[in-house]
């Protein structure tokens, strides 16, 4: 079963609230953690790990998104990877490989969980492990590599109970 492959490794995922317009739900922080360990056996990860997962509101990510994207407008979720093809920086702390950081806005998660007509925390959950896929290499720019990573997300949010319900 895959879920062992990751038994006696460490994840750490260190949960940032930077806004003030939404508040968090009771038992986001934890499926965020389960969002974030479930992309990692579902990829088959080995070893320790570590990701920064950082909650802002539409203005912040908009700043951050025209920063490093020249794309003045806010986004849903943005991916800052500090690994390439597999290879990653190590806490000389820890030795976990860290993977780098998911900057997510909440209002924008709220808005299209309701646009979508599911729960916010399936949103947030959704824009996590997409945004995991991102941190380990994955991308959408071309049909197939889209394809590819929906199929990931899906089989990542059956797993945590999160599956779409249609």
Request: charged share 30%.
């Amino acid at each position: 079963m895959m879920m062992m492959a990751m038994a006696n490794d460490k994840v750490k995922v260190i949960i940032t609230d930077s806004q003030k317009k939404v508040r968090i739900p009771t038992g986001l922080r934890m499926l965020v953690r389960r969002a974030c360990i479930a992309t990692l056996r579902e990829e088959d990860f080995k070893g320790n790990a570590e990701v920064n997962v950082t909650f802002v509101d539409d203005e912040k990510i908009r700043s951050l998104n025209n920063e490093f994207r020249n794309i003045d407008s806010a986004t849903d979720v943005l991916s800052f990877p500090m690994g390439e093809d597999g290879v990653y920086d190590t806490n000389p702390d820890t030795g976990a490989k860290i993977l780098g950081d998911v900057v997510i806005s909440l209002e924008r998660a709220v808005k299209q969980a309701e646009d979508f007509g599911h729960s916010m925390e399936r949103e947030v959950c959704y824009l996590t492990v997409h945004s995991m896929l991102h941190l380990l290499g994955y991308d959408h720019m071309e049909p197939r590599e889209k394809a590819i990573m929906r199929m990931k997300e899906e089989t990542v949010m059956t797993r945590i109970g999160l599956e779409r319900r249609i």
